[in-house]
């Protein structure tokens, strides 16, 4: 993701020679984090019994360092950080994964968008907002490439040490085991 910021800073620089009517400078870079399998580990194996089953979500692993560098992230003026993830219906699944971001991240509620399980994440948030309410860029840090084909900004996948056995995936991508710099 550092790297990711340097290309940002590079664009902007590129971006300011061009005519103003062709920026959105008041916008900035947009990054979504999954949260499942991203900034927290999955339950590999779990059967959709255990998770539906109370309390699983909520009590979740962290991928500390995917939550250091989204947390770092956060602190940056020229970043917008967002979690994006599905839910499945009911308050429950909402409540449970807001506690568990209370707990590992620094993640304040507006940026937290929940999207119906089993829509797609650029649709929905482009229904939401308005065309001048949207960045130049927008880039997607999610474990599963089905999310990450449909993104139509910038994907990055993150190898959480259980998916990427089937090599679908060929863009982008960063490894839980980096550290938050090298992120």
């Known amino acids: 993701l550092i790297l990711l910021i340097f290309s940002y800073d590079s664009?902007?620089?590129?971006?300011?020679?061009?005519d103003e009517t062709m920026k959105r400078n008041d916008v900035p870079v947009h990054i979504y984090f999954d949260m499942d399998g991203t900034l927290a580990e999955w339950g590999v194996g779990k059967t959709m019994e255990q998770v539906m089953a109370p309390g699983y979500f909520a009590e979740l692993q962290e991928q500390k360092n995917v939550c250091d560098c989204m947390n770092y992230l956060i602190e940056r003026s020229d970043v917008k950080v967002?979690?994006?993830s599905c839910v499945f219906p009911g308050k429950r699944y909402r409540d449970e994964k807001m506690e568990?971001?209370?707990?590992?991240t620094s993640i304040s509620k507006e940026q937290v968008i929940f999207v119906p399980d089993g829509e797609d994440k650029w649709e929905y948030i482009h229904a939401q907002r308005s065309a001048e309410e949207m960045p130049e860029k927008e880039v997607l840090?999610?474990?599963?490439?089905?999310?990450?084909?449909e993104w139509k900004g910038i994907p990055i996948k993150l190898y959480n040490g259980v998916n990427?056995?089937?090599?679908?995936w060929n863009g982008r991508s960063i490894h839980h085991k980096m550290s938050?710099?090298?992120m």
């Open 11 to 18: 664009f902007t620089e590129q971006n300011e020679k061009e």
């Open 82 to 84: 967002f979690i994006l």
């Open 100 to 104: 568990w971001l209370y707990k590992h």
């Open 141 to 149: 840090i999610d474990d599963y490439s089905k999310n990450l084909s």
């Open 164 to 168: 990427g056995t089937k090599g679908t």
């Open 180 to 182: 938050a710099k090298e």
